[in-house]
């Protein structure tokens, strides 16, 4: 379920409860039950997406399994390149009076880097617990 979904439909709940349940104690039952039923369906959707991811990295296609490793590599050539090249070469570029070569978009790769290794740094913690291979 989206998180931005979740407080509105809380809130729509609570709201039938104040109006139709008068007695407080019944009512602070009602809205536990309400709440649990929301964090449920929340983890259970939690889950299956991960019963997904893990279908997907097992498959034997370079098309399905490998989207990962993908960015995995494009996001370190990009970092790379933003960090280390591109400064190098637009310093040499100065010396030599060529054209500047291009800049990265380092917003958008710092979001894409840090996702994947946030991504990767659960995987090793998966591996140190012995949960995978």
Do not use: C
Not at 7 to 21: A, C, H, N, Y
Not at 26 to 37: F, G, R, V
Not at 50 to 72: C, K, M, Q, T, Y
């Amino acid at each position: 379920m989206n998180p931005l979904l979740l407080g509105p439909i809380l809130e729509v709940g609570k709201t039938l409860l104040d109006r139709f349940v008068p007695d407080p104690a019944q009512k602070q039952a009602a809205e536990m039950e309400w709440l649990k039923m929301a964090a449920d369906g929340e983890l259970k959707q939690v889950i299956a997406q991960l019963e997904i991811n893990a279908r997907e990295a097992a498959h034997p296609s370079i098309f399905v399994a490998g989207w990962r490793p993908f960015f995995g590599w494009a996001g370190g050539f990009a970092f790379v390149y933003a960090t280390v090249v591109q400064p190098l070469l637009a310093w040499w570029a100065g010396i030599k009076g060529w054209p500047v070569p291009p800049v990265l978009n380092i917003d958008l790769l710092w979001v894409v880097v840090t996702g994947l290794l946030g991504i990767s740094g659960f995987r090793t913690f998966e591996k140190t617990k012995g949960v995978t291979k």
